[in-house]
């Protein structure tokens, strides 16, 4: 026990006849003093063991060494004993003995900086004890276990047993190495062994607990916004992971995962970004961190996400020719977009009134449009969701008029003056609504429109050619016409009617002479009648003119004194004579008054006769050019 109370732990390499095992426990004391340093080096300060066990046997002394952070003034060191203040040291160094079994925690403090995290240190008065690292051990350290007898004792039959279960390595020896422990490492440790001291004797250490500290939490993924993203959108994922604040220093690598398979990594970068996710972005996403040799690696929790399309809106139609409107084999071309939506993106075209789509394209053209292709078009857009809809555009496809003629009703174009005729216009070709027109002589009848023309008792004015217009039209820039045939239209005067003015003003003057004549007869014979029976005859007045077409003045001359009547003329004229005005004559017998016995009045016998001569100054030369004959009529009227 002596050779360990100077502090010193002796090199197993050093001695004679050192063993393989024993040139390996060097190699992982080694590796426990670089972590120790290691360790000091990362945190502001660390307290560190030389040598790195625990326990040692009683008497044994460990060098305790406080170290600050590089920056750190040098100045004393403050130690403290189970969590209470021990002692000051100018030196960052102290040597620590016991002789009596035990543990103690141990902590240092330098100016300015904090209080170091405790180390156990352990004194064992056995003949067999397992010693283990007494700095914490972290996920990915090397973990090495010593099975020693006191005084270095030869050992034979190592074994290592941990919680009950036997871990002896292969070959067996006096260590047991785990290059690199994970989480499950950890246990209750113990060893046994054939000691030879004096006597072979068989012993059993105590158990040691062995803590495994995470280097790093497990990692957790986490994301910049919905697990379920629209098509288009960002996708920003996370890696999450807290080191040890034991190696804060730990340099990291991260991996990131979809469907099992590596998308990114291994990669300093703890984020995973995707710019514009699509549908095929869509799985189950994980992480995983590990150290820069890989010894630790741990994976997170998978997250599934799911990438949604953007939903179609604001579906529009646009239409050429604008606003629909086209004449009959005109190109027709329509044409749909949406302002939102994301994927394949499907489309169909609808006609109100027809139950299959008419086309599945962004594009339906018509090359030659014809009357058939009218009506309220619209299209339908879907990305595998709820279809959305255009407003609907009215498409008129107009034919121009065409074959424009005129058809006669009730007789032929050829009329006599007074009949009535009904022209009728008609068109073979032309999209309602049709506008007539009509022209006479080249000149259009205002006050006629559609397309019948009725013309009532017609007169030679109405004579020449008639034509119709019709029209229809697309817009009212673009309007057509198109005009029918002429037809020729003639009005002759109605000979039946001349005939019989003629034969009865022939009748009238034949009648009045005949009158006129009986008329004077009858009064002669009176007269002499009435002389016979005792006045004696009288001679008749002396003849008078009788044409009344003579202008013998306002009135004639009357009839000698002692004659028993007279026969009186006046010339009705009404101012100067016009073309069509009438010259009435007026003959009026009046009975004289005679001493003789009273008789009756010729004047109440008889009725004046009036001489009527038409049309006035057209008679003669000028009525037989224009084909008409000279009309005269007589008329008895009572005189008042």
């Known amino acids: 026990m002596g050779s360990y109370a100077k502090g010193r732990w002796p090199s197993v390499s050093s001695r004679p006849g050192e063993s393989e095992p024993a040139g390996m426990a060097r190699s992982a004391a080694l590796l426990l003093w670089a972590q120790a340093f290691g360790l000091t080096a990362a945190q502001p300060v660390q307290l560190a063991l030389d040598p790195p066990w625990s326990p040692v046997f009683t008497g044994e002394t460990v060098t305790l060494t406080c170290r600050p952070p590089p920056a750190a003034p040098r100045g004393p060191t403050a130690w403290f004993l189970d969590g209470s203040f021990w002692r000051q040291t100018e030196s960052d160094r102290l040597a620590v003995s016991r002789n009596q079994p035990g543990s103690q925690s141990y902590q240092c403090r330098r100016d300015g900086s904090a209080l170091s995290r405790p180390v156990t240190l352990g004194f064992a008065y056995a003949w067999l004890v397992l010693q283990a690292p007494a700095l914490p051990l972290l996920e990915g350290d090397a973990l090495l276990l010593r099975c ?130 699509g549908l095929a972005d869509s799985g189950v996403y994980s992480c995983e961190v590990q150290t820069d040799t890989a010894s630790v690696r741990k994976h997170s929790a998978p997250i599934a996400i799911v990438v949604r399309r953007v939903p179609v809106s604001g ?71 709820a279809p959305a809809r255009s407003p609907g555009v009215q498409v008129t496809v107009v034919v121009p008029v065409a074959g424009a003629t005129i058809a006669v009703e009730g007789t032929e174009p050829a009329l006599t003056a007074g009949e009535s005729l009904n022209l009728s216009c008609s068109v073979q070709a032309g999209t309602a609504p049709v506008a007539f027109a009509w022209l006479h002589n080249g000149h259009q009848l205002p006050a006629a429109s559609g397309p019948l023309l009725a013309l009532e008792a017609v007169r030679p004015a109405h004579a020449g050619t008639y034509q119709c217009v019709a029209s229809n039209q697309l817009n009212p820039q673009r309007v057509f016409r198109v005009r029918s045939q002429l037809l020729a239209l003639s009005v002759t005067a109605r000979p039946d009617a ?69 026969v009186l003329y006046s010339n009705v004229r009404p101012g100067a004579l016009a073309a069509e005005d009438v010259l009435y004559s007026t003959i009026t017998i009046k009975q004289r008054d005679t001493d003789g016995p009273a008789g009756p009045s010729l004047a109440q016998q008889e009725s004046p006769i009036t001489y009527m001569v038409l049309p006035g100054a057209r008679r003669g030369a000028a009525a037989t050019q224009h084909g008409r004959l000279p009309s005269d009529s007589y008329e008895n009227v009572p005189l008042p």
């Not at 062995?210 to 996370?238: D, Y």
């Not at 004077?520 to 077409?549: K, Q, V, Y």
């Open 148 to 277: 020693r007898g006191w005084r270095d004792g030869r050992l034979r039959h190592v074994r290592f047993w941990r919680d009950g279960a036997d871990v002896s390595p292969r070959p067996a020896g006096a260590e047991l190495l785990l290059p690199s422990v994970q989480r499950g490492d950890g246990g209750r440790y113990r060893c046994t062994a054939t000691i030879q001291h004096l006597l072979e004797r068989n012993e059993e250490s105590e158990e040691v607990s062995v803590s495994v500290q995470e280097l790093f939490s497990t990692p957790a993924l986490s994301l910049g916004g919905s697990a379920e993203p629209l098509e288009g959108s960002t996708l920003a994922l996370s890696c999450v992971t807290h080191l040890n604040p034991l190696r804060p220093n730990t340099v990291l690598q991260h991996l990131f995962y979809r469907d099992g398979a590596i998308l990114a990594g291994p990669e300093g970068s703890p984020e995973y970004r995707l710019p514009a996710v």
């Open 315 to 385: 579906v529009a139609l646009e239409v050429q020719p604008r606003g629909g409107q086209l004449v009959q084999g005109e190109c027709l071309v329509l044409s749909c977009s949406v302002a939102a939506g994301t994927g394949p993106i499907s489309f169909s075209w609808h006609r109100e009134g027809s139950a299959q789509a008419l086309a599945r394209s962004p594009r339906y053209e018509i090359a030659a449009a014809q009357p058939g292709d009218s009506g309220r078009y619209h299209c339908s857009a879907s990305n595998g969701l």
């Open 498 to 566: 001349a005939v019989a003015a003629g034969v009865s003003v022939s009748l009238l003057v034949l009648l009045a002479a005949t009158a006129a004549l009986g008329w004077h007869l009858r009064r002669r014979r009176r007269a002499e009648a009435a002389g016979a029976r005792g006045r004696g005859r009288r001679p008749l007045s002396p003849s008078l003119p009788r044409d009344p077409a003579a202008h013998p003045g306002p009135s004639a001359p009357p009839s000698p004194a002692g004659e028993d009547s007279a």
